[in-house]
């Protein structure tokens, strides 16, 4: 099962918005998650963000970079950027897109 959180043990259940793009050569590229009120800022958590974590039967991707976007002073989303570094890191993570997609009803347009 393909599943996200941002604190351990708690799945998200917001889909997010995700933006994907890739270096000429293929060995880089970078995923931008958008979540807009995801469960993690509702009102009665009080569970740390201490990452995004991309969870499936291959194991784990982790990235800590992860912002919150704030409106009157109130949380509104949260922004994660995961980077990766190699052909292989980008297999890895189409993977687990694949499998994020196919349980969640996402679907690809190209832009």
């Known amino acids: 099962m393909a599943k996200i959180q941002f604190s351990r043990g708690i799945d998200e259940e917001v889909i997010p918005e995700v933006r994907l793009t890739r270096s000429r050569t293929g060995d880089s590229g970078t ?6 009120n ?12 201490t990452g995004m974590y991309m969870i499936d039967e291959e194991g784990e991707l982790i990235t800590r970079e992860v912002k919150g976007k704030f409106v009157n002073g109130r949380p509104e989303a949260l922004e994660a950027l995961y ?13 687990f897109m694949e499998r994020y997609a196919n349980e969640n009803g996402l679907g690809l347009s190209k832009t």
């Open 31 to 36: 995923a931008t998650f958008i979540f807009t």
């Open 83 to 95: 980077l990766m570094k190699s052909a292989q890191e980008w297999d890895r993570f189409m993977r």
């Open 38 to 49: 995801p469960n993690i800022l509702g009102q009665g958590s009080t569970e740390d963000i």
